[in-house]
């Protein structure tokens, strides 16, 4: 009986043992995930610094100080009273953007790092600010942004920590300022419509007169092309005119000449032609001109009319 429960003992000591070796193994292995460090001490002092992956200590001798993130961070400071050139009071909160690049170095180089860059933040955006007045402080985010991240950054590197950007999240002046700056960005405003309808507005005026300008040309060159149409026309109606003229005397002397062709082919005789020189003296004399020539022959043509006369006054006694 005594040897039974002997060995009974002595299984569940190895039990135990084996439990207690265990516990130890699995208390020695570590692993690091993606994006994270271990830093380990041995017996207080620094050790090493484990990367991602499957690690081993010894148990009681090595310990993991500190698990650090090797993501970028993101810390939001509370509003800081800052004064500006002109002395002006304001409040400026500031978003700090950080990644920490050493693990040794974040660990061992300041006690609270968080703390250091919120006060270090400070001091650097006050001594900013306070060379710029305040119409430069509101304009100039950019550079003051620039400006801290560079600081911040040299600071920061005994730290194990890399400041990758400085936004400057809200300015807050003064009540009685914000209320001086509605009213100047409201005045603006009402300058800039202002402006805007007097543009407009000479521009509408250019545009009628413009437009006036063009009903103009428009018409003085429907009057010029109706004028030289009308000149056209009536030059046409004159040459017609003169062409029908010219025509009418054509034919008039066309007749005149075929009268006198026929009166030479027939061969006329001197009683004939004595009688139509009498007959043209006649219409010449009953014209309405003022003096009549006589040509010298004129005698001798009524001599020849005086026996005609004779001749015919015989034949009609005759005749009775």
């Not at 001798?61 to 400071?77: G, I, M, P, Y």
């Not at 660990?107 to 430069?136: F, K, M, W």
């Not at 950007?165 to 300022?177: F, G, Q, W």
């Not at 209320?179 to 409201?186: G, H, I, R, S, T």
Request: aromatic fraction near 4%; include cysteine; proline fraction near 3%.
């Amino acid at each position: 009986m005594n040897a039974l429960l002997m060995s009974r003992g002595a299984q569940g000591f190895v039990i135990f043992l084996v439990f207690v070796a265990v516990v130890v193994i699995i208390s020695m292995i570590r692993i690091v995930p993606q994006a994270h460090a271990y830093v380990v001490e041995r017996l207080g002092t620094y050790q090493g610094t484990w990367s991602v992956g499957f690690h081993m200590k010894w148990p009681i001798v090595d310990k993991v100080a500190r698990k650090v993130s090797l993501k970028e961070q993101v810390v939001d400071f509370a509003p800081q009273p800052v004064i500006t050139k002109d002395n002006v009071t304001m409040r400026i909160d500031t978003v700090v953007f950080f990644q920490i690049t050493d693990p040794k170095l974040y660990c061992y180089g300041v006690e609270n790092p968080i703390s250091a860059i919120e006060n270090l933040t400070a001091t650097t955006l006050r001594n900013i600010i306070g060379d710029l007045e305040l119409d430069q402080t509101l304009t100039s985010r950019e550079t003051i942004n620039t400006r801290m991240r560079a600081t911040l950054d040299s600071a920061t590197d005994p730290w194990g920590i890399k400041i990758n950007r400085v936004e400057l999240k809200n300015i807050i002046p003064p009540a009685a300022i914000q209320e001086a700056m509605e009213k100047q960005m409201k005045a603006e405003r009402e300058r800039r419509e202002q402006i805007l309808r007097a543009e407009g507005e000479k521009k509408s005026a250019v545009l009628v007169a413009e437009g006036k300008k063009e009903a103009m040309i428009l018409g003085a060159e429907a009057e010029k092309q109706s004028a030289i149409l009308a000149a056209e026309a009536d030059k046409e109606a004159t040459i017609k005119r003169a062409q029908g003229e010219a025509e009418a005397i054509i034919a008039v002397q066309k007749a005149n000449a075929e009268g006198i062709r026929l009166l030479n082919e027939s061969a006329p005789s001197n009683q004939v032609l004595t009688i139509k020189s009498l007959e043209a003296f006649e219409k010449a004399a009953d014209g309405k001109a003022t003096k009549l020539i006589v040509p010298s022959e004129i005698a001798g043509i009524a001599g020849l009319v005086s026996s005609i006369t004779e001749t015919a006054a015989v034949t009609k006694s005759k005749t009775e």
